[in-house]
């Protein structure tokens, strides 16, 4: 889940050892394989990653115990328009591929009876028989990835209601696991490092499931 902001390269995990001290941190994956022509090494030490997730998570663990019904109800107005269109596209594209099932239905019928009337040939009938079921066969297939898409949109709000019992549970955590990260957590990007004040700094998004990155309403309760 750990990616550079600038490429979206895997961030690749290194050991360095320097002066008897060992570092563990993550750089690009990219720039570690193909160097500073592919990309740059944003690099970051594993020990100030790890404080600025658990920090983050626990920020919103309070406001998520604390207020929890506010910041939903703000996440579901911020989000409405994309989950709404998101919803509808989904929608449309179920009835679309429905609806070609049924017209591909009528054409092959309306085919056969063509084929008895000795109005088409045999060769074009078998074809044109194939071509059909050969559509019918994707469209069913497809049929089933899109409904699975629309249950997975209609099931959003729910989700969301979830991630937050989740996360409310993390307020006093003093470390991360992996169940933590792979319940809580989409991806974490990093950025390459620049000076503020003649000190370094970078930056670090997190994009939570179901309700993306919330850096813009950390003021919510």
Request: with cysteine; aromatic share 6%; net charge negative.
């Amino acid at each position: 889940m750990l990616r550079c902001m600038d490429c979206n390269g895997l961030m690749a995990y290194n050991v360095k050892h320097s002066d008897g001290r060992t570092y563990h941190l993550y750089r690009c994956g990219t720039y570690a394989n193909n160097g500073r022509g592919a990309c740059s090494v944003h690099m970051i030490h594993q020990s100030v990653l790890e404080t600025a997730v658990l920090d983050d998570i626990r920020h919103y663990a309070a406001i998520a115990l604390n207020d929890k019904k506010t910041l939903v109800e703000r996440l579901m107005t911020a989000n409405a328009d994309t989950r709404q269109k998101s919803l509808t596209d989904c929608k449309n594209r179920v009835r679309e591929a429905q609806h070609r099932i049924s017209e591909i239905d009528v054409l092959a019928k309306g085919l056969f009876e063509e084929k008895l009337k000795g109005n088409v040939p045999e060769m074009l009938f078998k074809n044109m028989l194939a071509d059909y079921e050969r559509e019918q066969y994707t469209l069913n297939e497809n049929l089933i990835t899109l409904r699975q898409e629309l249950a997975d949109c209609e099931s959003k709000a729910s989700d969301t209601a979830a991630w937050f019992e989740k996360i409310q549970q993390c307020i006093e955590i003093d470390s991360l696991s992996r169940e933590i990260l792979h319940e809580l957590v989409e991806s974490i990007t990093i950025s390459e490092g620049y000076k503020v004040d003649g000190k370094r700094q970078q930056d670090i998004t997190i994009k939570y499931k179901f309700v993306g990155c919330l850096a813009d309403i950390k003021n919510c309760s």
